[in-house]
């Protein structure tokens, strides 16, 4: 499969690659080293985000490559999409892209749909930056600072530092050889998860403030509504990681945060109302990507995601979580 998607690339004119909205550190890791390497071996690339880069990833100073303008798509014969369990998480170029005479899917989660005319797709891998150091190897690219960092931000965050269940060997076989071509762990620990906006701190304790727990224990939820960001002047990249603190309580086995989303409006019956995102964590019990998926979400066993129908309410969605606990366990 791998051999198939490099010949493929050798004769390939203009590449086009992209990751999912809102992207984390191992979307914005993968794209980077991949499109770096192929420009390496002289392959024309656009990279392309729809969101904006969380600041901190920013260091990686080749984000300044990555469009947010979804014109280009027009003139590329080829499109890897990194990531992305179906090809809608890339946004609303998802259309425009399908119509690229050829997309290749590099992905690792459970619910990937088998888009695309080739695939690799392997829930082993700790993150998709693993399979992306593979295909470099593979290409003979020569790993330059740049891209090992790229690579070691992804494996880091997407393990959450090497804690999560999908922490294997080659996480930490990869990392290795990423630090011997000049990573410096520390460094990039302290831009990742150092410093914290004020406006986080205080979105921290309102966040904390609203967890609620189920009757039994054993599912937490956490609401993040728009005027919560208002009054703490944040955004979605400063919700990163807030989920843990709901995960992490004792006797939870399920966490659930909602999150009014500030940017995606939908039209409903003539009044705007915010999209909402749910995110989903397990301690590996209970297969969250199961329920994503029922939702028309996806993503890991213990860690998952939906964007809700538009026409459900803040208020709608919580009772459906609450009942969901009555579901997962019985009495
Ligand atoms: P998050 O909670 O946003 O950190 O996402 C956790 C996992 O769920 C990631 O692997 C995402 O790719 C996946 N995920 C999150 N939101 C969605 C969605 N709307 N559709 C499909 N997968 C998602
Ligand atoms: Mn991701
Ligand atoms: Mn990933």
Redesign the pocket.
């Known amino acids: 499969m791998m051999d198939q998607i490099v010949q493929h690339l050798k004769s390939s004119g203009h590449v086009f690659i992209a990751t ?1 909205v809102e992207p ?1 550190g191992d979307a914005i890791g993968s794209l980077l080293a991949l499109g770096l390497a192929f420009e390496s071996r002289g392959i024309k690339v656009t990279m392309y985000n729809e969101s904006p880069i969380p600041a901190v990833y920013r260091f990686l100073s080749s984000v300044n490559r990555i469009v947010h303008d979804a014109a280009v798509v027009i003139d590329c014969d080829t499109a890897i999409i990194l990531d992305c ?1 179906n090809i809608h ?1 890339i946004g609303r170029v998802a259309e425009k892209v399908s119509q690229i005479p050829f997309v290749i899917n590099i992905d690792h ?1 459970i619910t990937n749909n088998g888009f695309g005319q080739l695939k690799y797709v392997d829930t082993s891998a700790c993150a998709t930056a693993e399979i992306i150091y593979r295909l470099i190897k593979l290409m003979d690219v020569t790993i330059t600072g740049e891209m090992a960092a790229s690579i070691y931000t992804g494996i880091m965050t997407d393990t959450s530092s090497f804690r999560f269940s999908n922490t294997n060997q080659a996480a930490f076989s990869i990392c290795e050889e990423m630090i011997a071509l000049g990573v410096k762990p520390n460094d990039i620990a302290k831009r990742v998860y150092g410093t914290y906006s004020l406006g986080r701190i205080k979105l921290l304790n309102l966040a904390l403030d609203s967890i609620e727990i189920s009757a039994n224990g054993k599912l937490s939820m956490m609401t993040l509504t728009r005027e919560m960001m208002d009054e703490t002047e944040t955004s979605s990249e400063d919700t990163d990681g807030l989920i843990n603190y709901a995960r992490n309580i004792e006797g939870v086995e399920v966490a659930v945060l909602i999150q009014e989303n500030q940017n995606g409006y939908k039209k409903i019956r003539g009044s705007k109302r915010s999209t909402i995102n749910v ?1 989903l964590r397990s301690d590996g019990a209970v297969d969250v990507s199961r329920i ?1 998926a029922s939702f028309g ?4 066993i213990s ?5 809700a129908n538009a026409d459900t309410t803040l208020l709608g969605i919580k009772k459906k979580i609450l009942g969901l606990a009555e579901q997962l366990w019985p009495r």
């Open positions: 999912h984390d369990g998480r989660h995110s994503a979400g996806g993503g890991h860690a998952a995601g939906f964007t």
